[in-house]
């Protein structure tokens, strides 16, 4: 009776031990992963699959326009890995030494539209100088921080009209801003990438950049100086076949 009761007691006291052990293991903090704004309804997809195909590898990210998600990490903010929306915010890094420049790589384009609410002002990139309605406001991207700003502004000055333009302007802080502005009834038309308007029926393409002038917009990406090599395989899998459906589903343009 004593000698039972004795290993129910080394029992216990053993199982307890290895409960309390694993309870104390701990978990890998997830991968953090900086995104551009236009990347918001990609991004979940992409991680949803890769965590799909990567049991155990928990992705988390964090969005904002690319050139302030370019100063968050020249702040030290502790993110593995980079997709944004143009070359410039990711090349001052790399130039700062702060992603690695090996793992530089393109993983999508778009394409940049004029995008006006359906029956709206029938609007073209030749025509915004003439044919903006009085009082009525464009809304673009703010250059120093947001890549389609910055390409909406070279394009116009390329055809000569960003200075006529300026006090018709609104600007936003990202492209989802700037969105909200033509969605809104705020601005008679916004300029932004081709893939903002996948899903949605309130808004219309009006017209594409086009020209010896166009912009390319793409997808660069790359991994954060220090940051884990999951960042790294994380980009990897963006880059994959699985990867490239999901945004190829969006309407992402190939890199």
Request: neutral net charge.
């Amino acid at each position: 009776m004593v000698a039972g009761t004795s290993m129910s007691w080394r029992a216990l006291v053993v199982g307890f031990c290895v409960a309390l052990a694993l309870g104390c293991e701990k978990k890998t903090p997830p991968v953090a992963i900086g995104s551009a704004t236009s990347l918001r309804a990609a991004m979940p997809k992409l991680i949803d699959a890769y965590e799909a195909s990567h049991p155990g590898h928990d992705v988390v990210a964090t969005y904002a326009a690319s050139g302030e998600l370019r100063n968050q990490v020249l702040a030290g903010a502790p993110l593995d890995a980079l997709c944004l929306a143009g070359a410039t915010p990711l090349d001052d890094l790399i130039k700062a030494g702060r992603v690695d420049p090996g793992s530089r790589q393109v993983l999508a384009s778009y394409n940049l539209v004029l995008v006006g609410r359906r029956g709206g002002a029938p609007l073209t990139f030749d025509t915004l100088v003439s044919a903006l309605p009085p009082g009525e406001r464009l809304a673009v991207g703010d250059p120093r921080t947001v890549p389609a700003g910055e390409y909406a502004r070279d394009y116009l000055r390329a055809k000569g009209v960003w200075d006529a333009l300026q006090p018709r302007l609104v600007m936003g802080a990202n492209v989802a801003a700037v969105l909200a502005y033509a969605r809104r009834g705020e601005a008679v038309g916004a300029i932004v990438y081709d893939t903002e308007l996948h899903g949605l029926d309130d808004l219309v393409e009006l017209d594409t950049a086009k020209g010896a002038e166009a912009p390319h917009p793409k997808v660069v990406a790359g991994t954060v100086s220090g940051g884990r090599e999951e960042g790294a395989q994380f980009l990897r899998f963006i880059a994959s076949p699985s990867g490239q459906k999901v945004l190829g589903d969006l309407g992402f343009g190939p890199p």
